[in-house]
C-alpha cells in the first residue's frame, strides 16, 4: 500500500515577516535620523508587501494541496469500501 503524504515541512513555506524598523523616542534623535527613518520604514512596507503577496501564494498552494489530498482520501475511502 502506498501512503502519500506531504507532512508539515512540505506547506511550511519560506514567508517570513519583516521585522519593524526601529524608531527612536528621543526627539533629537528622531530629528538626526529622519532619512534613515524614513527610508527604513519605505522598505519595510515594501517588505510587508512582499510578505502579504507570499502568504496568498503559499495560501493557493496550500488549497490545492488540500483538494489533491481530500481526492485521493476519497479514493481511498473508495477501495476501503469495495
Known amino acids: 500500500m502506498i501512503v502519500l503524504s506531504w507532512g508539515s515541512a512540505a506547506i ?45 501564494h503559499e495560501r493557493r498552494e496550500v488549497f490545492e494541496q488540500a483538494r489533491e489530498v481530500g481526492k485521493n482520501y476519497a479514493s481511498t475511502l473508495d477501495t476501503i469500501d469495495q
Open 12 to 56: 511550511a513555506g519560506s514567508c517570513l515577516p519583516p521585522a519593524p524598523p526601529w524608531m527612536p523616542t528621543d526627539p533629537d534623535d528622531v530629528r538626526a535620523y529622519a532619512d534613515l527613518l524614513k527610508r527604513d520604514v519605505e522598505i519595510y512596507f515594501g517588505d510587508v508587501e512582499r510578505y502579504f503577496r507570499c502568504l496568498d
